[in-house]
């Protein structure tokens, strides 16, 4: 292999950032993302109706709660991620490879979620150019206020190195 993964990299296996939630999700904000995504089930504006389906309030879409960044006390960043990216070492550029949900109950709009990352795994992997590409797996656990964990966002992730001058 090309030598991608450093010592520098494989000290961040494990690795773990916590960013408490600020607020409430709020039924605002469910409202707000059922829009943005088109999904009109009255379960996500209607408390009258979820309460008939047998929630206690309405409840958020499944995927809100890894999208509503509402936990993040930061501004995004050039890239527009929030909260958060892995600090690598300069020169690799990030491709997003998948996403793996688990969902262990509905978010609710009184709901205070908080967020744990721990980067998994990393891994080197050839590639076609040659140069090799590193293959991360970070966790993300969304924890209620009383500890329970409520998703879970298992994310695939290619490093790969940028290109230098006179490299093919």
């Known amino acids: 292999m090309s030598g991608l993964l450093t010592d520098q990299i494989r000290a961040m296996i494990g690795a773990e950032r916590t960013y408490p939630a600020k607020e409430e999700?709020?039924?605002?904000?469910?409202?707000?993302?059922?829009?943005?995504?088109?999904?009109t089930d009255p379960l996500y504006y209607d408390d009258e109706y979820a309460r008939a389906q047998g929630y206690p309030s309405r409840i958020a879409p499944p995927t809100f709660?890894?999208?509503?960044?509402?936990?993040?006390?930061?501004?995004?960043n050039a890239h527009g991620y929030l909260p958060h990216e892995w600090d690598w070492p300069a020169g690799f550029r990030t491709i997003r490879g998948g996403q793996d949900?688990?969902?262990?109950?509905?978010?609710?709009?009184?709901?205070?979620?908080?967020?744990?990352?721990?980067?998994?795994?990393?891994?080197?992997k050839s590639s076609r150019d040659?140069?090799?590409?590193?293959?991360?797996?970070?966790?993300?656990?969304?924890?209620?206020?009383?500890?329970?964990?409520?998703?879970?966002?298992?994310?695939?992730?290619?490093?790969?190195?940028?290109?230098t001058k006179g490299a093919a």
């Open 25 to 39: 999700i709020g039924g605002m904000a469910i409202r707000y993302f059922a829009i943005a995504v088109g999904d």
């Open 65 to 76: 709660i890894t999208e509503s960044g509402q936990y993040a006390g930061n501004t995004p």
């Open 101 to 124: 949900y688990t969902f262990a109950r509905p978010v609710l709009p009184t709901d205070r979620i908080s967020v744990r990352y721990r980067l998994e795994s990393i891994e080197e």
């Open 130 to 163: 040659g140069r090799g590409q590193l293959l991360a797996i970070s966790l993300a656990e969304f924890i209620d206020a009383d500890g329970a964990v409520v998703a879970t966002n298992r994310e695939l992730f290619f490093l790969q190195p940028l290109a």
